[in-house]
C-alpha cells in the first residue's frame, strides 16, 4: 500500500516487480529521477544506472517463495479413508495385516456364507454408514487365513463407461464375467474361492428400472453357474431396500437363505484406541503415539465420550478424525500453518529529487475524498509501460510483491 510521507516531499508508489523495469525504461522523466545527483551523493551517473540494473535483473531470485515449514516437530499423518490409506502404502497392500485389528462377529458371517458355496455362488449386500470401516474390512479378509478367499477383486462402477448401446449396469455384468472366468480358469473352484467387490454404485436412482431388472436376471444366471461371492457395500438403507426388492422380484436364490445382508457396525469401540496407536505407528514410521505428545488417557478419555453416543454414531473415522483433532490443538497445528503464510515482500527505492512529487503524481491515485486511496498506484496509467499487463498477473498471486517508488528531498 502506497501512502504519502509525514515529509510533504517524500511520496511512495506501488509497483509490480516486471512493471518497474519497463516503466523506468520508457519514461524519460523517471529516468531523470534515477539519475540525478544531489549534493549528498557522489555516485556518478554510469554507476547509479549500474545500480538500477543489477537490481533489476536480480528481480526474479527477490521474488522467490520462500520454502514454507509448518511444523517445528511431528506431523501426525491419519488417514481418514480407506482411499487415502491406499494411496500412502502403494503397492504394499501385503502389509495391510499389520494394520487391520479383526472383527471377528462379521468374519464369521463371511464364512458361513463362504462355507455354502459350491456349484453356485452368492450376492452378499455389506450395509454400513459412511466411515464405518466397511472398505477396510472387506480388503481384510484376503488375510485372515481361516477365510478360504483366494483373491478379492474390485470392480470400480465409476470407471465404468456408458454408451448408447450399453448401459452402466450392463458394463458391470460384463466385467463380472470377465473377471470370474479368468480366476476360475486358473484356480481350483471347489477349494478357491473368488470375492469380488462392486464400489461405487451405492444406489441405482440413476438406472431405469428395466436395465435394473435385466442386470439381476443376468446376475442371477451368472451367480448359478459359477461359484464365486459377489460383495456390494451400500451405505443407505432406503437403497438397500431398493435393491433388494428389484433382486428379489426376479429371483432370491441369488442370496444366502439366512444371511442376505451384513449389517456392519465396525470394530467394537473398546478396539478404538488400539487401533489409533497402530495406525499412528504403522503410517509415522513407527513413531509412537508418545512422540506426537498424545498419551493413554487420551485415547480412553476419547473413547469414553464415544460410549454415551448411539450405537449408530460410533464410526472409526470420526474416532480417528478426534484424535487428530487433539493433537492438533495440543501442538498449536494451526496458528503455526497461519504464521507460516508468507508475507509481502517490500522493495525500497529512494530517490532524493527536489520535483519528484509532480512525476510521481502522474502514476498515483490523487481522490482527496477517499482518503486510504490517495497515493495508491494508478494501474490504468501504468499499464501502458508495463509488457503484457503483467501487473494483472502479479497481483493475483499467493505472495504479492510491491515495489516502492519513494521520492523526496
Not at 428395466?210 to 459359477?226: G, P, Q, T
Request: proline share 5%.
Amino acid at each position: 500500500m502506497a501512502n504519502k510521507k509525514s515529509n510533504p516531499n517524500q511520496i511512495e508508489l506501488n509497483l509490480c516487480p516486471d512493471g518497474v523495469e519497463n516503466l523506468i525504461s520508457s519514461n524519460s522523466d523517471l529516468q531523470e529521477i534515477l539519475i540525478v545527483k544531489d549534493e549528498y551523493q557522489d555516485n556518478s551517473v554510469s554507476e547509479k544506472k549500474e545500480k538500477i540494473k543489477n537490481t533489476l535483473s536480480n528481480k526474479d531470485n527477490i521474488c522467490q517463495t520462500p520454502s514454507i515449514n509448518i511444523n517445528d516437530g511431528l506431523d501426525l499423518f491419519l488417514p481418514l479413508t480407506y482411499e487415502e490409506l491406499l494411496q500412502e502404502i502403494g503397492e504394499g497392500k501385503s502389509r495391510l495385516p499389520d494394520l487391520i485389528v479383526p472383527v471377528t462377529e462379521f468374519e464369521e458371517q463371511i464364512v458361513q456364507v463362504l462355507a455354502d458355496i459350491k456349484n453356485a455362488g452368492y450376492l452378499l449386500f455389506l450395509y454400513g454408514v459412511s466411515g464405518v470401516g466397511k472398505s477396510t474390512f472387506v480388503s481384510s479378509l484376503q488375510f485372515q487365513k481361516y477365510i478360504p478367499i483366494q483373491q478379492i477383486l474390485p470392480i470400480d462402477a465409476g470407471e465404468l463407461v456408458q454408451t448408447d448401446d450399453s448401459s452402466k449396469l450392463k458394463e458391470l455384468i460384463k466385467a463380472i464375467k470377465q473377471e470370474a472366468i479368468q480366476f476360475l480358469s486358473n484356480n481350483n473352484a471347489a477349494n478357491d474361492k473368488l470375492c469380488i467387490v462392486i464400489d461405487y454404485l451405492e444406489n441405482l436412482e440413476d438406472e431405469s428400472d428395466n436395465d435394473v431388472i435385466a442386470f439381476f436376471r443376468d446376475l442371477n444366471s451368472l451367480l448359478r453357474k459359477w461359484p464365486i461371492l459377489i460383495i456390494w457395500p451400500v451405505t443407505v438403507m432406503k437403497d438397500l431396500d431398493s435393491m433388494q426388492s428389484f433382486a428379489k422380484s426376479y429371483s432370491s436364490t441369488m442370496f444366502h437363505r439366512r444371511i442376505p445382508v451384513i449389517k456392519f457396525t465396525g470394530p467394537p469401540i473398546e478396539e478404538y484406541p488400539n487401533i489409533a496407536k497402530k495406525t499412528i505407528m504403522f503410517f509415522n514410521k513407527g513413531k509412537s503415539c508418545y512422540d506426537f505428545q498424545l498419551n493413554d488417557n487420551d485415547f480412553e478419555e476419547l473413547k469414553n465420550n464415544y460410549q454415551q453416543k448411539p450405537q449408530e454414531k460410533h464410526l472409526i473415522r470420526d474416532y480417528l478424525t478426534s484424535v487428530r483433532n487433539l493433537w492438533e490443538t495440543r501442538t498449536n497445528y494451526i496458528s503455526k500453518i497461519v504464521k507460516s503464510i508468507p508475507k509481502p515482500t517490500e522493495v525500497w527505492f529512494i530517490f532524493s529529487y527536489p520535483d519528484a512529487e509532480g512525476t510521481v503524481a502522474r502514476f498515483a491515485k490523487q481522490t482527496p475524498d477517499i482518503i486510504n486511496e490517495m497515493w495508491n498506484a494508478d494501474y490504468k496509467s501504468l499499464s501502458v509501460y508495463i509488457t503484457d499487463n503483467n501487473q494483472k498477473k502479479l497481483t493475483g498471486q499467493l505472495n504479492v510483491f510491491r515495489w516502492h517508488l519513494v521520492v523526496g528531498c
